[in-house]
């Protein structure tokens, strides 16, 4: 069974016991699981595929939570040719490792 979610505007194709990177958010201290529920498609059961009109009402992917991190370092350049211009910077995405556990709807 798979499902199709949309997460910080993202579409993301999971099945259970994927382990997948997901944006960083708000979590409380004692939280140790998420809850999608923004679900566009289910399908790979018996029957055809659940499409969302956006969205499947009712529909939720449950995940727990692996580890909290940050994604590889983006460079950022800027540069003028014979001006003496450079500027450098770079950006680390802050980033949720997760577990998908189960798919309901």
């Given amino acids: 069974m798979y499902a199709i ?3 910080s505007g993202t579409q993301i194709k999971v099945s259970e016991g994927d382990v997948i990177d997901v ?4 979590l409380g201290d004692d939280q140790a ?3 999608f529920d923004r679900v566009l ?3 790979g059961g018996e029957g055809a595929a659940t499409l969302g009109s956006p969205l499947i009402e009712g529909a939720t992917v449950k995940a727990d939570i692996l580890d909290e991190g940050r994604g590889p370092k983006i460079e ?7 001006k003496g211009y ?3 910077n ?3 995405q802050g980033r949720l490792r997760v577990r998908v556990t189960a ?3």
Avoid: P
Wanted: proline letters at 0%; a positive charge.
């Fill in 5 to 7: 979610i949309e997460d």
């Fill in 33 to 35: 699981d998420l809850t």
């Fill in 103 to 105: 798919i309901s709807g």
């Fill in 86 to 88: 450079t500027r450098r």
């Fill in 23 to 26: 944006d960083l958010r708000a």
């Fill in 90 to 92: 770079g950006h680390r």
């Fill in 41 to 43: 498609v289910i399908g």
């Fill in 76 to 82: 950022i350049i800027k540069f003028k040719r014979r």
